[in-house]
């Protein structure tokens, strides 16, 4: 178990964005930053995913919880003016979310749709840049963004082709 008397997040002001349910990465990661002593705001993605996620938000004790579909128009805008009112800063932000298509998982990579392939970069990759510029002025005396990565980015993996649709992955292309 994390020992907050070596590190502490005490007074640190953390949005965690890709929560699916308890088994997540992302909500490993929320629950170290509030064993560390942050305080955390959730999202999650829709009301199905609501009934998942809301259990690890109560867990961790979120003080906020709030709707963001990153391809809904104003969603991802929302939660950072929420923040915004709420908190007036952020200290950190955890980008945990990656999508593509199912059909565009399998097979060689220049096989992939441009549909499936424009959507899983906007929502894997591109979002992170947008969260990037709008929780800019909200990191008053510095922050950190993280970004979660996938072990695609560093094997081959046959049956797996989508190694450029995660931002680390985007950038970080090996041959």
């Known amino acids: 178990m994390l020992d907050s008397s070596y590190f ?18 992302a909500y490993g990661c929320a629950r170290a930053f509030r064993t560390l002593g942050a305080e955390l705001a959730i999202t999650y993605l829709n009301e199905k995913a609501r009934a998942f ?15 963001c579909d990153v391809m809904a128009p104003g969603e991802l805008e929302a939660v950072f003016e929420a923040v915004r009112e709420q908190w007036g800063r952020l200290d950190f932000v955890v980008h945990s979310i990656a999508f593509a298509p199912r059909e565009d998982l399998q097979g060689r ?12 970069v906007n929502l894997s990759a591109h979002s992170f840049l947008r969260m ?38 985007s950038w970080e292309q090996k041959s």
């Open 53 to 67: 996620v809301e259990p690890a938000a109560q867990a961790v004790g979120a003080t906020l919880f709030l709707r």
């Open 109 to 120: 990579l220049v096989d992939s749709s441009a549909d499936g392939f424009g959507l899983a």
């Open 132 to 169: 990037a510029r709008l929780v800019e002025p909200l990191m008053t005396e510095g922050g950190s963004l993280f970004a979660m990565t996938f072990h695609g980015s560093e094997k081959v993996l046959p049956t797996y082709r989508s190694r450029i649709y995660h931002p680390d992955i």
């Open 8 to 25: 502490s997040l005490e007074g640190k002001k953390g949005l965690v964005i890709g929560i699916a349910n308890e088994h997540s990465i």
